[in-house]
């Protein structure tokens, strides 16, 4: 029997690759002799990286600069194709992510995605010719203004002079300065992973949903959301390119930069992460599927990557197991995507801090136990 164990990481305990490792633990316990296949999986977001390393992608490092400029040191990962081009994976939260920021007010409208600029060049340099880029867990509300900072963009306020880094500062752009942008950016092809279908700016928008979780406050907000329209207008009359579509609010706004300046596409996060790390072969071969992650929610059955995968895998009628931290969704809800049996570290753990801290033996256990009764 081929199990296929693709999880996603149990944030605040287990990467996917070591929640891999402990279902696979717990899955030969009961089927020793069975072929227990470990495959992280990730929907674009945080993950995607250690998902494409999984693959074969070729992890490297860089020293960029935060998202409040203290340096960090930030990994991506690039694999060469058979037709002489390259495939480069970067995640916007090794560079620029909430992890390296305190989420204060002042912050928040500091933050900027400067480093992701700069691993962009790096992979540019490095011979890329396609760039993904999963946008999960940012820092920053500057519309990608940042990355674009980094690769020659200069945005310019009323008289003449480049505003300061971060989301604050773009009310009071007016126009770009586009010349020196570097030029590889028209011949790269960007793929940028994003599940939500927010647009730039306005109620739905990237400061208004997400600003909160940076350290915005209301005045905060009110500030980050009237520069990111202000962004928009800008790069809409440098551009010719409407960039408030679904989508563009991902990330601080992210995407927007690169679909003015470049022939980026946004796509869904676990689609695109799957086809890169060629999930779509792992699940043919496959007899059962067990995944999971941290916590099993509603917002996971809105095609989060444990429940992407368990669709996929019940079309071709593979049977699904989930293996959670919590469950917090009905059996009822979990079937409907295939899932015929499922647990949740809780039921095995003395209390949720303990499930937290020993979540690996647990994660293994819980497997052992629902395959028995499966």
Request: proline share 5%; with cysteine; charged share 15%.
């Amino acid at each position: 029997m081929r199990i296929l164990i693709a999880p996603d990481k149990f944030k605040g305990s287990l990467t996917a690759a070591q929640a891999a490792s402990a279902i696979a633990e717990g899955a030969l316990r009961v089927y020793p002799d069975a072929e227990a296949i470990q495959f992280p999986v990730a929907d674009g977001g945080e993950g995607t990286l250690e998902a494409a390393v999984a693959a074969g992608y070729e992890e490297r490092l860089n020293a960029v600069v935060g998202p409040i400029l203290a340096p960090v040191g930030a990994a991506w990962a690039i694999r060469n194709d058979a037709f002489g081009g390259a495939t480069a994976v970067i995640e916007t939260a090794q560079a620029s992510g909430l992890a390296h920021m305190e989420p204060t007010p002042a912050n928040a409208l500091r933050a900027h995605s400067y480093g992701c600029g700069q691993l962009i060049a790096a992979a540019l340099d490095a011979g890329a010719t396609e760039i993904v880029l999963g946008v999960g867990g940012s820092a920053m509300s500057d519309g990608g203004s940042g990355a674009l900072r980094a690769l020659g963009l200069k945005p310019l306020d009323a008289a003449g002079n480049v505003v300061p880094l971060g989301g604050g500062s773009l009310a009071d752009v007016v126009t770009v300065d586009a010349s020196g942008l570097d030029p590889r950016l028209s011949a790269v092809k960007f793929r940028i992973a994003v599940d939500v279908r927010n647009p730039l700016f306005g109620s739905d928008g990237a400061a208004q949903v997400f600003g909160p979780q940076k350290g915005a406050d209301a005045d905060a907000v009110e500030l980050l959301d009237a520069g990111l329209r202000n962004w928009a207008s800008v790069l809409r009359e440098s551009t010719g390119r409407d960039v408030n579509v679904p989508g563009a609010g991902a990330a601080g706004g992210f995407p927007a930069s690169f679909l003015a300046f470049s022939n980026a596409v946004l796509e869904g996060g676990f689609e695109l992460v799957a086809g890169l790390t060629g999930l779509a072969e792992k699940l043919a071969v496959a007899d059962l599927v067990i995944t999971g992650e941290g916590s099993m929610d509603s917002q996971s059955l809105t095609g989060k990557a444990p429940i992407a995968l368990a669709d996929a895998a019940h079309a071709r009628g593979i049977p699904v197991i989930v293996v959670a931290g919590r469950i917090l969704v009905t059996p009822e809800d979990l079937a409907r995507h295939g899932v015929v049996a499922a647990a949740q570290l809780l039921d095995v753990a003395a209390s949720p801090d303990d499930a937290v801290a020993n979540a690996a033996k647990y994660l293994a256990w819980a497997t052992s136990q629902v395959l028995e009764g499966a």
